[in-house]
């Protein structure tokens, strides 16, 4: 139930508050059954199963609808993708148990938490949604992302929750409050630290929301309606400096729509405005094919050239998701389940560094759908040049779920590390304009036709996060541990 109820934390709920009270109440939890000699990991292991199978129970939306498989198939996999990620707090709370009597728990907690964390981020390609850190996006404590970033936040949580939860437990009343009161104090009086400020720099942009349903995608006979209707909904907003279309708007490979690519590049040209969208990229020749953005219009860059199939101004997406982007052991997977041979389920990775794309006069650093969750990619496209970051994203597959809002709210703690303001375009929503706080100024509603329109401020600066990335909160958390392990020594 204490894993289940985190969900209420995380968007769209933004209980933020709750998650002061669910952490520590579950380590304090953990700590009274480590003292009754119980073992650790399966109890761990069940707050994690409810943690994320409820927290990501939008995953399932796109298995039963999509997938084209039996419903007790679906909820199987779903049930192993939650068993596999609640391995993790597992393996935490084990090796705390295995290490470490509970005086040194808030010491050695946040660098294990860490050591999991990142091992869920990047195993398997990684999966990081859900981080504990999120659930503060809205909160006070967000104060701490542009200094050490969400995971840093994630670490900063557990460290305050475990000695509230131990310092209880022992009736060290000071060890239980000190932390968390400094964690309070602390972000109130980062409030008035501005990493980045606006400068005197604007843009119009117009982010296009078709709300294409997903069943529409993919079938050639209505490629011309799903592009009509982009347009015209682009229509009134040529002279933008930015319009954005959302991840893989233009309904066909990139080389069977050259002609209209080329119809969009001189419409924008001409009306003085710069356009991204997004595009699959196959080619016939290697059979390779690309998640791409492309930008057209204008473009102050020294190299700049009218649209042409395979031009630079391009980025491919690195990131792929797994099933959905590519089929890991594809030979054995794809003939067992439709699921495993979904259209488009056969992208080539991008470089895990590119350009940003320059559009007019503006340089963006992209991510496309489910980069935005990781952190380290999103820094290691950021210049400084960049002025803004955009993402796109065709959040279809999770229909009315909170998966879509989780997403908005990851793309949110980006902003908030990165002092730079974030463009959402996606084909049914959250589509958004996000400042350079991680406040959300602009939103239209899902499931609509619509364009946002709005004018974003540029930025001076840059945050502590985004020039040492999570360096601080690894030598932070790795000094609690050393003065943890002395402690056990000396015991």
């Not at 679906?74 to 084990?94: D, E, H, K, Q, V």
């Not at 942009?205 to 006979?221: F, K, T």
């Not at 002025?387 to 809002?405: C, E, L, M, R």
């Not at 030598?475 to 003065?483: D, K, N, R």
Request: hydrophobic residues 50%; neutral net charge.
């Amino acid at each position: 139930m204490l894993g289940a109820a985190f969900t209420l934390t995380f968007a769209p709920f933004n209980l933020w508050y709750l998650a002061l009270i669910l952490m520590p109440s579950t380590l304090l939890m953990l700590a009274k059954l480590a003292q009754h000699k119980r073992g650790l990991f399966w109890p761990a292991w069940w707050f994690g199963l409810g943690y994320f199978g409820v927290g990501i129970s939008w995953v399932h939306v796109s298995i039963a609808q999509f997938g084209g498989i039996p419903l007790i198939a679906s909820l199987a996999l779903m049930l192993l993708l939650c068993g596999y990620l609640a391995l993790f707090p597992a393996l935490t709370f084990y090796l705390l148990q295995r290490f470490f009597k509970l005086p040194q728990w808030p010491l050695a907690l946040p660098l294990l938490w860490l050591f999991t964390e990142y091992c869920r981020a990047n195993f398997l390609t990684g999966f990081p949604w859900l981080s504990i850190g999120y659930s503060q996006t809205n909160s006070i404590l967000s104060e701490w992302m542009p200094i050490v970033g969400e995971i840093g936040l994630s670490a900063l949580l557990i460290l305050a929750s475990a000695s509230l939860a131990i310092g209880l437990m022992q009736k060290r009343y000071y060890l239980a409050a000190l932390p968390i009161l400094t964690l309070l104090v602390s972000s109130m009086s980062l409030q008035h630290v501005a990493w980045t400020s606006p400068n005197k720099e604007t843009r119009s942009v117009a982010l296009i929301q078709g709300n294409i349903e997903q069943s529409m995608r993919w079938q050639p006979e209505l490629d011309q309606i799903t592009i009509d209707k982009y347009l015209a909904l682009t229509e009134p907003f040529w002279g933008y400096d930015l319009i954005i279309w959302p991840e893989a708007a233009i309904p066909k490979l990139e080389i069977m729509s050259t002609e209209v690519l080329q119809y969009i590049d001189n419409k924008a040209t001409a009306a003085g405005s710069g356009f991204v969208t997004g595009v699959v990229d196959y080619n016939i020749n290697s059979k390779v094919a690309y998640n791409s953005l492309i930008s057209m219009g204008i473009d102050k860059s020294i190299n700049s050239e009218p649209y042409r199939y395979q031009h630079n101004k391009r980025f491919s997406k690195h990131h792929l998701l797994p099933i959905g982007e590519f089929v890991p052991f594809e030979n054995l997977l794809r003939p067992l389940a439709p699921i495993f041979d979904l259209p488009m389920s056969s992208f080539t990775r991008g470089d895990y560094v590119q350009s940003n794309l320059i559009v007019g006069n503006t340089q963006l650093s992209p991510a496309i759908c489910f980069e935005i969750a990781f952190p380290k990619q999103v820094s290691a496209n950021i210049s400084a040049q960049s002025d803004a970051i955009i993402t796109v994203s065709n959040d279809a597959w999770f229909g009315d779920s909170h998966g879509p809002h989780q997403h908005l709210q990851i793309a949110q703690a980006r902003a908030k590390e990165f002092g730079l303001p974030v463009l959402r375009a996606t084909n049914n929503g959250v589509t958004a304009v996000i400042d350079h706080q991680g406040n959300i100024s602009h939103q239209i509603e899902q499931f609509t036709d619509a364009v946002l329109h709005a004018d974003i401020r540029l930025t001076d600066g840059a945050t502590p996060y985004q020039t040492l990335s999570d360096i601080p909160i690894w030598v932070f958390a790795s000094v609690l541990f050393a003065i943890a392990i002395f402690i056990k020594r000396t015991d």
